[in-house]
């Protein structure tokens, strides 16, 4: 009989920060705060101490050590990924970190979240639950409002810039940039909250979330002259604005070159991008991303998307031990949403779907871990998949953006009002 593998405990209830180890994430986090001379706003933060909910948004690892200067000298419970955990969960445990799965509706981790409120403690979480992918927010979850209604703690913001032009999701080396900057901000006292509904409540929060690094630094005058600054934007920018082919995008150096049709771009220190020659569709990095999104969005209003089925390899993650390998299988994305089927390395049969009602949005991965390249990840609330397609022409940031706007167009289906930003 096959082994059922041992699942993560996630009724386990939350540490406090060992004292121990709050030195120790000091250490690990001021000194690259320092190094890009990182400059913290605060904005009526005056007397609020904890408990409170400190909503961040995401960008790079750095988001994390902004929030630990932020929130100095005071102890917080983080919201992390089961991926963080992988071979620490002892160490994640004991600094407060609190396991997720993502984009998935989990009622223990209300639960959590109130113990920790109680406890007095600060709750960080990143509401976005990714990075982001060309430096501008992320759908927010529509239930973001009823949880800080419900934690009836102060709802405080942690809005950083700096951190994705410095290290992007698609190209994580450290570019030196500086200063950074964020904005530590009250936006409800328990009182405000207990008298706003969710919807105002949700509305301020988006308002609160918009951000735009690209931008930031441009009007900043900020000069990135790292060599190979745009190597990796072709996994974001992956159609050409000049023939409309999908995939065929490549980078090296500080050009982005079209495969199909032979049109380049060069991104300069400023992060805006030239045509080498031409015209220069979108100097503007999220001007061209918003122009996929639009196109894929005009897929799914046709009902014509579909990535067909994909060969894929999948890994499970149903603890914090170790990747298993699962198999391999096919992966298709259309308008009913993820399916993903295969053998499993005993012979058995593997099968997971995700409707397009299960999720707002879905986390990618380029080049996860250097093993097989680009990846989707789908959960349940007891086992993560991470699959990789292979051996075709594939966008997981397509895939990424088709979440959202089949998600969107459900909506609209079973006559909800779309709002803004939030899903």
């Not at 301020?204 to 934007?233: C, H, N």
């Not at 090296?252 to 991008?273: F, P």
């Not at 391999?328 to 499993?344: I, Q």
């Not at 990789?388 to 997981?396: E, K, Q």
Request: charged residues 25%.
């Amino acid at each position: 009989m096959k082994r059922e593998p041992v699942r993560f405990d996630m009724v386990k209830k939350p540490y406090a920060t060992a004292w121990y180890l709050r030195p120790l994430v000091n250490l690990l986090s001021f000194p690259d705060v320092w190094k890009h001379h990182n400059r913290l706003t605060k904005v009526g933060m005056e007397g609020i101490r904890p408990p409170y909910l400190l909503l961040c948004n995401h960008n790079a690892f750095m988001d994390f050590k902004v929030a630990t200067k932020a929130i100095f000298p005071h102890r917080a419970n983080y919201v992390v990924a089961i991926d963080g955990f992988i071979g620490r969960e002892g160490l994640l445990r004991r600094l407060g970190c609190i396991c997720k799965r993502k984009f998935t509706s989990d009622v223990v981790l209300i639960k959590h979240l109130l113990r920790v409120a109680r406890r007095g403690d600060i709750l960080i979480l990143y509401p976005e639950a990714r990075y982001s992918l060309c430096g501008t927010t992320a759908v927010l979850p529509e239930g973001l409002g009823a949880l800080c209604k419900r934690m009836r703690v102060p709802v405080v913001t942690l809005i950083c810039h700096g951190h994705h032009v410095n290290s992007p999701f698609w190209n994580l080396h450290d570019r030196g940039v500086k200063p950074t900057e964020a904005e530590m901000t009250l936006q409800f006292t328990p009182e405000e909250l207990q008298s706003a509904t969710v919807d105002e409540i949700n509305a301020k929060l988006v308002q609160a979330f918009q951000y735009d690094d690209f931008a930031w630094q441009k009007e900043r005058g900020i000069r990135v002259t790292y060599p190979k600054r745009a190597e990796g934007l072709h996994k974001v920018l992956f159609q050409c604005p000049h023939c409309k082919t999908e995939y065929r995008m490549t980078s090296e150096g500080d050009k982005l070159k079209c495969g199909a049709c032979g049109k380049e771009w060069r991104m300069t220190e400023l992060s805006e991008l030239e045509a080498v020659t031409g015209k220069t569709e979108f100097s503007h990095i999220p001007d061209w991303y918003e122009w996929e999104r639009r196109n894929v969005r005009a897929e799914v209003e046709a009902g014509t998307y579909s990535t067909g089925a994909m060969p894929v390899t999948v890994e499970s993650l149903p603890n914090a031990r170790r990747f298993i390998r699962l198999g391999e299988g096919t992966m298709t994305h259309d308008m009913t949403g993820f399916h993903v089927d295969g053998v499993d390395l005993d012979g058995d049969p593997f099968h997971m779907e995700k409707p397009v009602p299960s999720q707002y949005s879905c986390h990618i991965e380029y080049e996860y871990l250097g093993k097989h390249g680009d990846c989707v990840d789908l959960n349940t609330l007891e086992d993560t998949w991470y699959i990789y397609p292979h051996d075709c022409d594939f966008s997981v940031t397509k895939m990424a953006l088709a979440t959202e706007e089949l998600f969107r167009m459900d909506l609209i289906r079973r006559g909800k009002t779309i709002k803004e930003g939030i899903f």
